[in-house]
């Protein structure tokens, strides 16, 4: 039989929830996550690794698991599985997705109260009865309240890291299935603009016979439900929730389909205006004359050029200023993934991450990188596994060991380290002396006043090894919103102290934002783009973090993990 790994993904991730819930031992649950995130990044195919008796070899999956993996395998799940999902209603399960709600909540309010799902939950909080069950409080109860509101504003939009993937595989297959009828293939809307979340796909084909092409389309196997069906347009709804727009056009207006479907809509009104200006008319199949002669529409570059622009990337379509740069030829020269030399945001397994800094090593080579910044967290922060100092130390050496065997290749001795509650630092300085990247970053008291934690991001950033700034507004989609923090008085000390600041890549984070990094740029500081990954896969979210740069009109020269190792290391001995 054959399963899907991203189905045995699911179920472990699943299991994990139901034992949180149950209470079980949290040793068994992270066992659950971890195998899931180990299958998740697995550098090849699951059931071959499984039968070639390889995936003992793999960190993260313990001799238990690669036994349940093994039933999966056989008979499709897992008995322990099947009676827990009896056991459990999905909506109590779902109650975990809400923001402030723990396993322990969860657990309360429904063997307690009963509660089955997040109706149920809402009126609950709504009549104002949570506050009074033990051990929760009038804050606790708005806060779960405000955590209710965050989740159904993200259920409706998905990560864009979580989407291009599918997408990907989405836009394989028809072309697989349909490859003698397509022409030209794209995404258009906010997933080609590269925002951070996405409503749904929009794809674009062009061919001479649409309605063959749709019947294909709605034919394949990760369709669940025709929500629509005609003879150029379709809506489907994926296994996981997708929805998929796909509109099928004629070749000699691909350019113009391609151009209005991207949008986004407050550039498509600005640029059907200008069109209107110049007597004129823009539309999804060209642009045309008022005698009805069509100028442009096989290209989207034919589009922007009649109308006297230079090519405007997708990234820029949001009307943040694109018009007037395309006008006088002034449009950046955004950057490209290719331009990336380094990452230097890395956790490796000394804290919560599951990789040895080798196997970090050998994937950043891969990837042409010429360096890396080691940057494990900081001593206090429990939750990440901090290093002690001495930990630290012993690191610091063993990179010196490993650097002296690298050519062309140099590993950064850095850290994450935390701000703690007073603005000051998680190791002295004697030790921060000794890094060649001292990140700073906040992971605790959120929910302190905006003038608390703005003064605190600025006393650290006031510390002369302070380099880079983490995740600056710390926001994590769909679950937590940013801090409440003065970002004009961080960008200015940034711009004093010469403090960089992080595009982190992490697909919930994407932090800085666009708009920030806007802003940053216009003040002239520079910024750095990092993975902060926990696992050597993630360093290809690398390309995330470059979208989002490039809605923020970044180009290679603002960025400083673009310069070559030699470059960077003149850099970090100035400071
Ligand atoms: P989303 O899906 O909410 O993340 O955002 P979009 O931008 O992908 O929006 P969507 O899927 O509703 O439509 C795709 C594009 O089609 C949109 O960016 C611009 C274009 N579009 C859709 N409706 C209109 C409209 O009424 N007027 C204009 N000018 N353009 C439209
Ligand atoms: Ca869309
Ligand atoms: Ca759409």
Not at 366 to 390: A, C, F, M, P, Q
Not at 405 to 432: A, M, N, R, W
């Amino acid at each position: 039989m054959k399963v899907d790994s991203r189905r045995i993904c699911q179920l472990f991730r699943e299991m994990a929830d139901f034992l949180s819930i149950k209470g079980e031992n949290p040793f068994r649950i992270r066992a659950y996550e971890k195998a899931a995130e180990a299958i998740e990044h697995l550098p090849g195919d699951l059931e071959n690794l499984y039968k070639k008796g390889e995936l003992k070899n793999i960190p993260g999956i313990g001799k238990g698991m690669i036994e349940k993996i093994g039933t999966i395998l056989h008979t499709g799940t897992l008995p322990a599985y099947e009676e827990l999902k009896k056991e459990i209603p999905r909506g109590v399960v779902e109650l975990l997705s809400i923001p402030e709600m723990g396993p322990k909540t969860v657990k309360l309010l429904y063997e307690k109260v009963g509660i089955k799902n997040i109706e149920d939950l809402e009126k609950f909080v709504n009549s104002q009865k949570l506050r009074h069950l033990p051990g929760m409080g009038a804050k606790t109860e708005e806060n779960i309240k405000r955590g209710i509101e965050l989740y159904k504003a993200s259920r409706s939009r998905i990560l864009l890291g979580k989407a291009l993937p599918m997408v990907k595989e989405v836009m394989e297959e028809l072309k697989k299935k349909a490859s003698s009828l397509i022409e030209r293939i794209s995404t258009a809307g906010s997933l080609r603009r590269g925002k951070e979340t996405i409503g749904d796909v929009d794809i674009l084909v062009s061919s001479r016979k649409p309605s063959l092409v749709i019947d294909s389309f709605v034919e394949l196997p990760f369709v669940k439900d025709v929500l629509a069906k005609g003879e150029t347009k379709s809506s489907i709804l994926t296994h996981q929730g997708l929805q998929i727009d796909l509109r099928v056009v004629e070749p000699d207006s691909f350019g113009a389909a391609l151009q209005y479907f991207t949008g986004s809509k407050s550039h498509n009104i600005v640029l059907r205006e200008r069109a209107i200006k110049r007597g004129l008319k823009i539309n999804e199949y060209g642009v045309f004359t008022e005698k009805g002669e069509k100028k442009a529409g096989e290209t989207e570059e034919g589009i922007y050029r009649y109308l006297d622009l230079s090519y405007i990337p997708p990234e820029l379509r949001e009307n943040r200023g694109e018009f007037e740069a395309a006008e006088r030829g002034k449009l950046p020269h955004l950057i490209e993934e290719r331009e990336i030399k380094g990452d230097l945001h890395i956790h490796t397994e000394a804290s919560d991450g599951s990789n040895s800094i080798e196997e970090l090593i050998e994937k950043a080579r891969e990837k042409n990188y010429e360096y890396i910044g080691i940057t494990d967290h900081s001593s206090s922060l429990r939750v990440g596994r901090g290093l002690s100092r001495e930990a630290l130390l012993s690191q610091i050496k063993k990179i010196e060991r490993i650097n002296s065997h690298l050519k062309g290749f140099q590993v950064l001795k850095g850290s994450e380290v935390d701000i703690l509650k007073d603005g000051t630092l998680d190791y002295p300085d004697e030790i921060l002396r000794r890094l060649d990247i001292v990140i700073i970053a906040l992971h605790t008291g959120f929910k302190q006043d905006r003038e608390t934690i703005t003064n605190r991001i600025i006393k650290a950033m006031q510390n002369p090894y302070a380099q880079i700034l983490a995740h600056p507004t710390g926001r994590l989609l769909g679950e937590r919103e940013a801090y409440s923090l003065n970002m004009e008085k961080v960008l200015e000390v940034a711009k004093d102290r010469g403090i960089w600041l992080e595009i982190n890549a992490q697909p919930q984070r994407l932090d800085l934002t666009d708009v920030w990094i806007m802003e940053a740029k216009k003040r002239g500081i520079k910024l750095v783009i990092n993975t902060d990954a926990h696992h050597k896969e993630g360093l290809d979210m690398i390309s995330l973090g470059v979208i989002t740069a490039r809605r923020g009109w970044l180009e290679k020269k603002d960025v400083i993990n673009t310069l070559t190792l030699n470059e960077l290391s003149k850099l970090l001995c100035k400071k």
